[in-house]
């Protein structure tokens, strides 16, 4: 059996991935500081023989001896993100380089949870992995998306240098059950918000423009991608194009026929967009397609339908 | 007086900071693990009073105080910052990490060098400092363009976050008496080279073009900077824009009439180029002239005059 490190296992994506691979049946080793993950996420895997959990910030050196490395801690949410900048960079830039030299060391596989926002506010639309992209590196949203970008050119050059096997994937928005209720992103945003009956928060007009995959297509193209052959930058996302009104429109439409009488219907509020907001974003997933024979099955109006019930669950409905 | 930190201070451009600062009267402090600086840069101010040298790395932290520092210490030229890439991006890092927690702690002023290269192979002509870069974040320069780029996120973090007072100079292309024989940068390479009676080396087809400032006006742009009440990022450069071909003659020429009889006329020969090599740059200076009051003085052509002298006596001609 192969021993799998996946940091930030506590997460919304780390913890759909532990689950898959401990079933697996791989040796999985949950590493995470609890920043934005919580135990509840794995409590059901907690106990099980092939499961572990180690409270431990990347930002310190920690040996390990396992045979590859999912590396997914960092906060993803913009509002976790800003809460404290200087420590998103610490933990994109030292996180990433114990990782590898980790790898390095014991000569594991390593695959850095990279995003689509190492494209910015991108000029190219669709996005191919070839774009060298549109950020800001001095706005409010840099500590994210060029902490993400000096972890890529941190892990091409432990590559280029050392020889270390590297996968980069460059995720897209993705969303589904365990997101955490109140992490500021849109979809978790908008569905909380229209369970609960209170108005939908729309930043700026609205005809922003978003491509968001459903969590399981996102765990397959990973492990497709870290069991393959290919080191990438490869692009992981759902091609669907919604501008952040449809969205709100979709939500509405799925949610109205659940909701209790006592919950008023879905509304929609406009409020100030933040700095910097990339006005459309949509993978191009040629490379996925063609090198991983990996591509998204769900499409967003099925994937939220199987988001509601876990997110009415835990909001009590 | 004022007790002033120069990082890199045994380099090309620290060593002529360390001039000007130490013939000003300031208390001056210069750091340096000499990986690239010499001894020899600084050996005139050894021994004075205001003057004092650090063997360090800027790597690990160090408890200095302090009431400015000019934050220097970088590998500059692409043979250097390609070297150890991953040294290159944790001296970028780590070291502005510390230099601002020591400018937060003792609560001095910080000044970053950062250089054109955060705009990449620029789409802007010339380039503004609002201009967000066209850079390959898995390329073989990224270690220098992302390391500059997420030392300016980190400044301007620490900036929002504890209300440092920050500046950040984009410095273009630079030269000048004292930079290292060879350390591969295009002036010094050609002026060697004709010196020796070699071949002066053109990467590519030599139309690539570059802006090139003498050193004396970057050390008063970096001054007036530090000095003034703009934490920028203000381009600090040169505007008169060359190809290389244009730069190989003018050098020819003002080369030829001080050579021995016994040293062969200056020559070009073609090499192959490497990879991402910037197409073309060139800063657009309003703000460094309306902010600063400041602008470039020196020609190319008389910059070079210059240069050769110093070039001459330390290639014994
Ligand atoms: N969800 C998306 O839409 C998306 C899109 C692009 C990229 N990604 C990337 O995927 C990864 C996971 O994102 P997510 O959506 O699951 O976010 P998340 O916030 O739910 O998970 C991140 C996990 O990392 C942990 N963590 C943060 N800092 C840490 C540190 N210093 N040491 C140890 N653990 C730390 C958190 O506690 C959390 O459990 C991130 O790297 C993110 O950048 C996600
Ligand atoms: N010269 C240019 O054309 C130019 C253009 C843009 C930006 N810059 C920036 O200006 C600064 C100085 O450049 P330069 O041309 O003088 O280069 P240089 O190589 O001559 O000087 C860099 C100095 O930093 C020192 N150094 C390197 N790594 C260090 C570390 N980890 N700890 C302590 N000292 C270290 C070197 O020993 C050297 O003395 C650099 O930050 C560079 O990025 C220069
Ligand atoms: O199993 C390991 C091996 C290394 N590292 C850390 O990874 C970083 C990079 O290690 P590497 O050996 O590549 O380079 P170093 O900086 O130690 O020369 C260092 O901070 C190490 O402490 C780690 O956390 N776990
Ligand atoms: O309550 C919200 C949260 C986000 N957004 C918008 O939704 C898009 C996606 O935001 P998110 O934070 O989910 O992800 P990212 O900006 O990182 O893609 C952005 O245009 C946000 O401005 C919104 O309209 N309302
Ligand atoms: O005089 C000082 C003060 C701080 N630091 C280093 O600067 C970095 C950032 O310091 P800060 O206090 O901002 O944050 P910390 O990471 O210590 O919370 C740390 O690695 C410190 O060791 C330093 O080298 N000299
Ligand atoms: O011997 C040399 C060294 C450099 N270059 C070219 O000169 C330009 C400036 O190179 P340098 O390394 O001085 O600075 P940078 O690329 O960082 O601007 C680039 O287009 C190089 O390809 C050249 O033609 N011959």
């Avoid at 993705?174 to 908008?190: A, E, I, Q």
């Avoid at 759902?238 to 939500?251: H, Q, R, S, V, Y």
Wanted: glycine content about 8%; some cysteine.
């Amino acid at each position: 059996t192969r021993r799998i490190l996946v940091t930030g296992g506590a997460g919304f994506v780390g913890s759909h991935l532990c689950d898959y691979l401990v079933q697996r049946g791989d040796d999985v080793i949950c590493l995470d500081n609890f920043f934005t993950g919580a135990k509840d996420n794995i409590k059901h895997l907690i106990g099980k023989p092939n499961f572990e959990v180690i409270r431990h910030d990347v930002v310190e050196p920690i040996l390990l001896e396992v045979d590859q490395i999912y590396h997914l801690a960092c906060p993803a949410s913009p509002i976790h993100y800003k809460y404290n900048p200087v420590k998103t960079i610490k933990t994109s830039v030292l996180g990433t380089l114990n990782m590898l030299g980790m790898a390095k060391r014991v000569k594991a596989r390593f695959l850095l949870s990279s995003t689509s926002e190492v494209y910015g506010d991108p000029l190219q639309h669709p996005q191919t992995e070839e774009y060298w992209g549109n950020v800001n590196p001095i706005g409010e949203r840099a500590c994210y998306d060029e902490g993400k970008r000096v972890a890529e050119t941190l892990s091409f050059d432990y590559y280029r240098e050392h020889g270390i096997e590297i996968r980069v994937a460059r995720i897209f928005n993705t969303y589904g059950p365990k997101m955490s209720l109140d992490d500021g992103r849109v979809v978790s945003n908008f569905l909380a918000q229209a369970l609960r009956g209170t108005p939908m928060t729309i930043y700026g007009d609205g005809k922003q423009t978003r491509s968001f995959q459903y969590i399981s297509d996102l765990v397959a193209g990973l492990v497709a991608l870290m069991d393959g052959d290919h080191t990438g930058p490869i692009n992981i996302g759902n091609p669907g194009e919604f501008t952040m009104l449809e969205l709100a429109e979709m939500i509405k439409e799925v949610v109205a026929p659940q909701l209790p009488p006592s919950v008023p219907a879905p509304t929609i509020v406009f409020k100030e967009n933040t700095s910097d907001d990339p006005q459309k974003r949509k993978p191009d997933i040629t490379k996925a397609k063609t090198l991983l024979k990996w591509e998204p099955k769900v499409a967003l109006r099925d994937g939220l339908g199987r988001m509601i019930e876990d997110f009415k669950t835990r909001l009590g409905l």
